[in-house]
């Protein structure tokens, strides 16, 4: 239960071209900062894994939000495969939202697809600290086929798209071309290198990871300059019986800039 200190709130915010975006702000006014979460592939705000991280922070009384990135959860617009720059437009929207309320953003927190937007984010605008990736892949040419079968380019240049159904047979989304061709043309490596020195940066990876090779974590680590690295051992893509393992990597590297704020 919030303390007159703290308040959870639903908050409804404009992109530049009118659409909705939702998120929920846990808010501690001890301090201005706040910490966003950015969730990963068909996913939401209240992803299991971006929950139990806001609930650490928040049991820090560090201030967190975690929003609907377009298409997903309560946010408007349409689901689109791929779509990682549109999404980083939308974290863009959310960080200026907060910054005209005179509030700092002193971390980005992603999970899988959420941590390639927070890095691409980061070689993009260079106005965050503090970036967490959680199992982001990095070769996002990989892990396609995967999902669409070994002959998806065949069939989509054939047909011109890929209608993803459920299992009662029902279209979920369609996935065209352009779609997989915006995500083949990222390269993260390239991505990388733009991010600003000054910016620190976490890559988090269970090694058994079954979605994102742990590979990939290894060539964040390579790539990225002012880069720390922590392997969860045994743990999967969502950390699913490794949650403490995975918010104190969190907490130890977010929470160093709260302690120093707090009153005597």
Request: hydrophobic fraction near 35%.
């Amino acid at each position: 239960m919030a303390t007159n200190a703290e308040t959870e709130q639903k908050i409804t915010l404009k992109k530049d071209n009118g659409s909705k975006l939702v998120g929920l702000l846990h808010n501690h006014t001890r301090w201005p900062d706040v910490v966003v979460l950015c969730h990963g592939y068909r996913s939401s705000k209240d992803s299991r894994t971006i929950v139990k991280i806001a609930d650490a922070l928040k049991e820090k009384k560090i201030s967190t939000f975690r929003f609907d990135f377009s298409g997903n959860g309560e946010s408007e617009g349409t689901f689109q495969y791929s779509n990682y720059l549109g999404e980083v437009e939308d974290l863009r929207a959310v960080i200026g939202y907060f910054t005209r309320n005179n509030r700092r953003i002193s971390a980005i927190i992603g999970h899988s697809k959420g941590g390639n937007v927070v890095l691409l984010y980061a070689s993009k605008y260079h106005d965050i600290g503090k970036v967490i990736n959680v199992s982001g892949r990095f070769h996002l040419d990989q892990g396609i086929a995967d999902r669409f079968g070994a002959d998806y380019l065949e069939r989509i240049k054939k047909d011109g798209y890929i209608d993803v159904k459920n299992k009662k047979g029902k279209v979920e989304y369609r996935v065209t071309e352009q779609c997989i061709m915006d995500r083949l043309n990222i390269n993260m490596n390239n991505s990388c290198l733009l991010i600003d020195k000054e910016c620190r940066v976490l890559t988090i990876h269970g090694s058994a990871d079954e979605i994102t090779p742990l590979a990939d974590a290894f060539q964040f680590h390579e790539i990225i300059p002012n880069h720390k690295l922590e392997i969860v051992k045994g743990a999967n893509h969502c950390y699913t019986a490794h949650k403490v393992e995975l918010t104190s990597a969190v907490l130890s590297f977010v929470k160093d800039d709260f302690l120093q704020q707090m009153p005597l």
